[in-house]
């Protein structure tokens, strides 16, 4: 499924907004075009009233996951600073987690930096740690910090 070049510039206003760039999370816009061109990515785009953005609407956040055989990877999910703590965010891993049902899933992974804030999210919506990748991320000051992996079966 390729999205339109809007919703590429939609995420990335997203992104360029919802990422600290001292920590290096940020996708360029050519690695979600890249994405998107594997046929296996899935795109969800939310207003901030957690509804599809209209045709001129910008995106106030989005979630990006990959499908495998029955499993589903968040790959990305954002929402911009001003929308937090809204319920954009819950709404948004909801949405990722049914459409992955639909596919066949039968678990969402994700990976993350140590010490994320989005951790409570993801811990109140089932996830459960299940591996650690040691110094895998590097960021923007040359520290390296802890990847965690985290899975939700349903």
């Known amino acids: ?9 939609r995420v990335m206003g997203v992104m360029e907004r919802a990422f600290e760039p001292a920590w ?13 061109l594997m046929g296996n990515c899935h795109l969800l785009l939310c207003a901030q009233d957690a ?15 990959r499908h495998g055989f029955e499993e589903e990877e968040l790959l990305l ?4 600073p001003e929308h937090r703590h809204s319920g954009l965010g819950k709404y948004l891993l909801d949405q990722v987690k049914q ?17 994320n804030p989005a951790e409570r999210i993801y811990l109140a919506a089932g996830f459960a740690p299940i591996g650690r990748r040691t110094k895998y991320y590097r960021a923007a000051s ?4 802890d990847a965690i992996t985290f899975s939700c079966t349903f």
């Open 99 to 115: 459409t992955a049902r639909e596919r066949g899933a039968h678990r969402l992974l994700l990976e993350m930096r140590d010490g």
């Open 1 to 9: 499924m390729n999205a339109p070049v809007d919703d590429i510039d």
């Open 77 to 80: 999910l954002a929402v911009l």
């Open 51 to 65: 509804r599809p953005p209209a045709a001129d609407e910008p995106a106030a956040g989005f979630a990006l996951s």
């Open 142 to 145: 040359g520290d390296r910090i």
């Open 24 to 36: 290096g999370e940020a996708w360029s816009r050519r690695q979600v075009e890249d994405a998107m």
